[in-house]
Every structure is written in structure tokens, then in C-alpha cells.
């Protein structure tokens, strides 16, 4: 598999440090509110790299945390006259509700940064007795001109960032670039005890702390959205690099920013969408498809028109998928003669997919892969009367790539096909309508197709048998 690495501006082999394991660290969610369309893009999007390594028999371990001590949450609790711990909860919880209808598999941790004070704390006077980082009336500083590599993940030359830098009101650090390890604690919020008194981590602290507690000195891959380059991994690497003395992370990816009918996404414009106003509309599994339509290095263009092709583009694989159930079960168990030039058709569709995603995780190609197996089965598998050996060796490969992309694994994707006793009551009436053609009674069978139609049955005749669905 090659990856583009940020840090080095290139596409590169991937190599993990220990064979057969990949560590991964994704930038989790700030938990003030619900996630917008633009935190969907990573979620979803490195949900897919972490199914198709383990797809290609990796032994993945997955950190993705929550930042649940932050200004913004902060900000949040005063409003509403409550602890920033129910804030944080609450939005967690909300988290999961929009994960699940992303169908984004679960982390391998979950850490969260209140959780994990006692790590902050020792790095952060690690790096005072190293000399990076001081204490300034209970807030500590990291000194970004103390780090000769200051700058090499976003390519920017010290100078050139401390150019745009400012010390902002309240705060008494030395240099512009400077930023915070540690917030001396102000009335009203939460603290914790540490050697320069009473506060709470910054933002970028959280982050190396978590990768040296659970994935070790060195993350195989770092993940997140462009718009955390810099300065949160800047400032991530640096304090971790100087900590350790180790690189922090052999390979850095980053997706690009998604707009909103061409403009940017923000809350003064009006443009700006939660994943829970979006799937409201349309669905969870059409943001999915959209959100891995394109590269994830490319920026992507939110309109509802895409939205509504996502649902087409789904409705195709499902249609596909029920056709592939339906001749499964009818086929004839008899091989015939085209089967196995079938069968190698359907192993280069695989390799199609698989050099796709090996491809810096190109998903635009992935997914036209799939469309290309699709076509093969509507023309050359289910108009050909196939064998139930095709019919299941096309089923399986249909479902292992759609699985990768986490596609059709949401139960709303999914026909409703009503109860037991409703199922086998249509089941009867289309047997019944099968026993009065045969008997040419064209009557009888005109009255009982109008009497599914009016329970919302509509019926398709195929060379393999009837069909049926609710319209």
C-alpha cells in the first residue's frame, strides 16, 4: 500500500513498524456540540482505512479520542448553568447516536482527555526539565524555537509562522509562538491538582499523551483533517518528539475540507450542517457514500443534489444485492460451461478494488470498481440464468467490498419485510398467482397481483421466478 505522508510530501510504501500490526491514531471529536458534515469526513473516511488494513489481514490497534475539556465546553456549561461533565456527556452520547447510523466501527480505545491527567502532567514537566517548556504564574509554555524542527509537518519556516503569531489578551507567555501545556485554573472551571497549582491541559498536550499511553513513542499512522496541520500536529509533534526524543508518527494523512454549495461552511453564513440535520433528510448511509465518493486529499462539494445521487448510487447496490439473494435461491444447481471464466471475471473485479485502495486509499476508484462488478452481474450473471455456485460466489465478493466501505451495513438501507406472518401470507398469494398462470386462469391471477398491489406489493416477473417488493 503507498500513502501520501504529509510530512514528507510524497506518496510512500507503507511499512509498519512491527509486522502484521499497524498503531493508528485518529483526532477525535471536541464534545460541546453535535458533529457537523466536515467532522463526518474524517470519522468516515479513516473508518475506511482502518477496514480495509485490517480487510488485508493487519492486526489493527485504532485510538480515537474525545477532547472533553476544552474552552469551548467550557463556554457551553456556563451558558447553561450546568458541569462541563454533563456537557461532555451528553455530546458523547450524541456521538454514538450519529456513529451508529455512519456505521463507524468502534475504536480499539476511546480515551477521553480527563482520563488521562496523570500522563498529561508527567510529560508536561518532562518537558520543563528538558528545557522546551516553562511556568508563568501557573500556566506552562511550550517554546516552539526550542525545537530545531518546528514546522516540518505544515513546511513552514519558524520565521515565516511567528510572522502571523500574536500573544493574545490573558496570556503572559514569552514568545507569540508559544502555546499552552497547562491553563492555570480561572474561577468557575474544573481543575486539577498539578506542580505549578490548580488548571487543566491545553489542546495539543491531550493528544500526545494518548499516543505514548496506548499505541507507544511511535504511531504507525496519524490521522485527522487538514485543518488540524497546523498548528495542533505541528504542536503535537513537537512537544511529543522533544519528549521522547523518537519521531512521533511514521505517517501522517490528512483529508481535505468539505463546502457548502461552493463556499465555505460556517455558522454566520447559514451554511453550516450537523450530520443530525443531514440524515434527518436524507439518511445516514447517503452522507456515507458521499463522503468516500471522492479522494479524501480532494475537497468535496456538499449540495443536495449529491445527496440525492448518493441515494441512487445506493439504491443500485441494493437493488443488485436483492436480485443476487432472489436468483441465489432459484438458481440451478447445474454448472455450466461460461462459469468459470465467470469466476475469474469476478477475482479481477477484487484486484480492481484492492489496487484502488492500496493507492493512497483512493475510494473515488474503489467505488467505481464496485459499479464495475455491478454491471458485470446485471449483464453477465443474472441475465444468464446462472449457477447457484456463480450467484453465491458473486454474493460473497458483492458483500466483502461493500463491506470494506461499510456500504448497505445500515439497517436503513435495508427493506422493511414486515413480520413473519405478513411475509409468508405474500409468499402464498404470489404461489397461488404461480399456480393460476400455470393454469392459464388470467383472471385469477390479474385479481390476486391487483390484491398485493393494494398491500403495497409490487411483483416482477424473471426468467428464474417472480419477485417481489413493497413499493
Known sequence: MKIYNTLTRRKEDFVPQEPGTVRVYACGPTV????????????????????????????????????DIDDKIIRRANEQGVEVSVIAEEYIKEYWTDAKGLVLQEATVHPCATENIEQIIQIVQGLIDKGFAYEAEGDVYYSPAKFAEYGKLSHQPLDELVAGARIMAGEIKREPMDFALWKAAKPGEPYWEAPWGKGRPGWHIECSAMVLRYLGETADIHCGGQDLVFPHHENEIAQSEAYTGKPFSRYWMHNGYININNAKMSKSKGN?????????????????????????RSPINYTPELLESAIASLQRLQNCRDNLLFAKTNASLLEKD?????????????????????????????????????????TNVLDAEPSKRLCKAALALFDELCGVLGLLQNTEAIADTGT??????????????????AAKNWAEADSIRDELKAMGIVLEDTPLGVKWKRM
Open 32 to 67: 460541546y456540540d453535535y458533529i457537523h458534515i466536515g467532522n463526518a469526513r474524517p470519522l468516515v473516511v479513516f473508518d475506511v482505512l482502518r477496514r480495509f488494513l485490517a480487510y488485508r489481514g493487519y492486526d489493527v490497534r485504532f485510538v480515537q479520542n474525545f477532547t
Open 272 to 296: 453550516f450542517f450537523t450530520v443530525r440535520q443531514v440524515a434527518k433528510k436524507y439518511g445516514y448511509a447517503p452522507i456515507r457514500f458521499f463522503l468516500i465518493s471522492s479522494h479524501y
Open 338 to 378: 461460461g462459469d468459470l471464466h465467470l469466476l475469474e471475471q469476478l477475482d479481477a473485479h477484487r484486484a480492481s478494488f484492492i489496487a484502488a485502495l492500496e493507492d493512497d486509499l483512493n475510494t473515488a476508484d474503489a467505488l467505481a470498481a464496485l459499479f464495475e462488478l455491478v454491471r458485470d452481474i446485471n
Open 420 to 437: 413473519d406472518d405478513e411475509t409468508a401470507k405474500i409468499e402464498a398469494l404470489v404461489a397461488a398467482r404461480g399456480t393460476a398462470r
